[in-house]
């Protein structure tokens, strides 16, 4: 079973056009971060949240974390061929007794179409 | 200000060979943490180094194996390889500290490791 659900899995979708993709569990976090990874580079840290019912924004893009810090969205405005990329959402797993090692969720694999 | 780099970038074993990645953390960084990423998955923990020492694992047979240097560089080994080790082997660095900020993690561009 995996700790983080993410969906949809995929997403191609017009340039311009607005979308949100979710991140899902049935445990509570402390914090959850979400990632963007382009093809050939490593994901890189687009935002952190910590607080239920936080919502940051990153110039188009609108993250929120559940009131109960058990899920979260990322809603992107007005897509944009630079928008392409891998999505994924992480957290880090204290089941294991120790605080250290990210868990993925298998990511959303979006594409925007010029 | 250099970011992680890892090395190779690119390379291809066949099954039962042994394998060594290598990772330098971004400058200022202390803290090595290893994942692997299958083709169409999210990143998998494999392990973090620090201070030399292995502090954490994921669920990785003894297969994998690491190593932390005093400059902070690490190694990634795989023995006896098979089908399934290939993937994209991503290099974290942090910086350990309690805090605002904490557990942020610097990736790099990975090594592709294709098992014949």
């Known amino acids: 079973t995996q700790l983080l659900e993410q969906s949809p899995q995929f997403l191609s979708i017009q340039e311009g056009e607005n979308l949100t993709v979710y991140c899902n569990s049935s445990s509570v976090f402390s914090s959850l971060q979400w990632y963007r990874q382009e093809p050939g580079e490593g994901p890189v840290l687009l935002v952190t949240v910590v607080t239920g019912g936080e919502v940051k924004k990153l110039k188009r893009l609108t993250f929120q974390f559940g009131d109960a810090r058990k899920d979260s969205s990322l809603h992107i405005t007005a897509a944009q061929p630079g928008d392409t990329g891998l999505y994924l959402c992480a957290v880090h797993d204290y089941s294991g007794g120790g605080a250290d090692g990210l868990t993925f969720g298998k990511g959303t694999h979006l594409i925007i179409q010029p | 200000d250099a970011g992680v780099t890892q090395s190779p970038t690119h390379l291809i074993k066949t099954r039962g060979q042994q394998v060594t990645l290598r990772c330098s953390p971004k400058?200022?960084?202390?803290?090595v943490s290893w994942y692997q990423q299958a083709l169409g998955q999210g990143p998998q923990f494999i392990f973090q180094y620090y201070e030399e020492e292995e502090r954490q694992r994921g669920n990785f047979p003894d297969r994998f194996s690491g190593h932390q240097f005093p400059n902070y560089s690490s190694e990634l080994n795989v023995n006896a390889l098979l089908l399934g080790d290939s993937a994209l082997y991503l290099c974290a660095s942090s910086l350990d500290f309690s805090g605002p900020g904490a557990n942020v993690l610097t990736f790099g561009a990975g090594s592709r490791l294709t098992v014949l």
């Open positions: 400058s200022g960084h202390d803290t």
